[in-house]
């Protein structure tokens, strides 16, 4: 693969660290959504050239990367948390998938500018600790006309907002981080960088953690950040 590294790039020490174990350890046995698991096709459909994958997990999207793949591809991925790495380092193996996979953040990718084609982001933006920083560096790594693809569960309205709001302190602590009240997409459409190609929205997703939105944005030829 080639070294997408810039010099600068290093971690800060005041980061706050991600390390959740146990939840880690229980992730693969917990149940994914049905509507949420058949949605993963839609990130990785017809993938090629240089991609990047926010927040992999336990890699859970490796095997759908792998079938579909349309073309020659360079699979990038990032994840904090050392457990879940360890993890999705064995489901590519298990997958027959190379995937260049670091120990960063969404927050400060360690790649240089203009770096991807695809951004691809599954159910990662309810978890970071700083969502506009993150998409800030998904705007600035992205090539102009790059893509940015994404499956994020967002902040109900009605009962289940008011449900999401009384669990959401408990949720955080239980779920790795996990915020179940963030207007996601509102903060995606609204960065003067992307360009809104498609955006639907699933609401056959499971409480709390519903409704699901999908969608593609695209990074703007305009010189807006190139």
Same mark, same amino acid.
């Given at each position: 693969?080639?070294?997408?590294?810039?010099?600068?790039?290093?971690?800060?020490?005041?980061?706050?660290?991600? !390390?959740?174990?146990?939840?880690? *350890?229980?992730?693969?046995?917990l149940?994914?959504?049905?509507?949420l698991?058949?949605?993963?096709?839609?990130?990785?459909?017809?993938?090629?050239?240089?991609?990047?994958?926010?927040?992999?997990?336990?890699?859970?999207?490796?095997?759908?990367?792998?079938?579909?793949?349309?073309?020659?591809?360079?699979?990038? *991925?990032?994840?904090?948390d050392?457990?879940?790495?360890?993890?999705?380092?064995? *489901?590519?193996?298990?997958?027959?998938?190379?995937? !260049?996979?670091? !120990?960063?953040?969404?927050?400060?990718?360690?790649?240089?500018? !203009?770096?991807?084609?695809?951004?691809?982001?599954?159910?990662?933006?309810?978890?970071?600790?700083?969502?506009?920083?993150?998409?800030?560096?998904?705007?600035?790594?992205?090539?102009?006309?790059?893509?940015?693809?994404?499956?994020e569960?967002?902040?109900?309205?009605?009962?289940?907002?008011?449900?999401?709001?009384?669990?959401?302190?408990?949720?955080?602590?239980?779920?790795?981080?996990?915020?179940?009240?963030?207007?996601?997409?509102?903060?995606?459409?609204?960065?003067?960088?992307?360009?809104?190609?498609?955006?639907?929205?699933l609401?056959?997703?499971?409480?709390?953690?519903?409704?699901?939105?999908?969608?593609?944005?695209?990074?703007?030829?305009?010189?807006?950040?190139?």
């Amino acid at each position: 693969m080639s070294d997408l590294t810039p010099e600068s790039a290093t971690r800060s020490a005041d980061e706050h660290e991600v !390390d959740h174990p146990l939840f880690a *350890a229980c992730y693969d046995f917990l149940p994914e959504p049905e509507a949420l698991e058949a949605e993963r096709g839609y990130l990785a459909r017809n993938l090629s050239g240089c991609a990047l994958e926010l927040g992999c997990g336990t890699g859970d999207m490796f095997p759908f990367v792998v079938d579909g793949t349309a073309g020659d591809l360079e699979y990038h *991925a990032i994840e904090p948390d050392p457990n879940m790495r360890k993890r999705a380092a064995e *489901a590519a193996r298990e997958a027959g998938l190379a995937v !260049d996979l670091r !120990d960063a953040r969404a927050e400060s990718l360690p790649y240089p500018d !203009d770096s991807f084609d695809v951004v691809l982001a599954g159910v990662v933006f309810c978890t970071v600790q700083d969502p506009d920083a993150a998409l800030e560096e998904v705007a600035r790594v992205l090539k102009p006309g790059g893509e940015f693809r994404f499956l994020e569960h967002v902040g109900a309205d009605g009962w289940r907002g008011s449900g999401q709001r009384l669990l959401d302190p408990v949720w955080k602590r239980v779920a790795g981080g996990c915020h179940l009240t963030r207007d996601t997409v509102t903060r995606f459409v609204d960065h003067e960088a992307l360009a809104v190609e498609e955006i639907d929205r699933l609401d056959d997703g499971v409480f709390p953690a519903t409704p699901i939105v999908r969608g593609t944005l695209r990074r703007r030829q305009d010189g807006v950040l190139g």
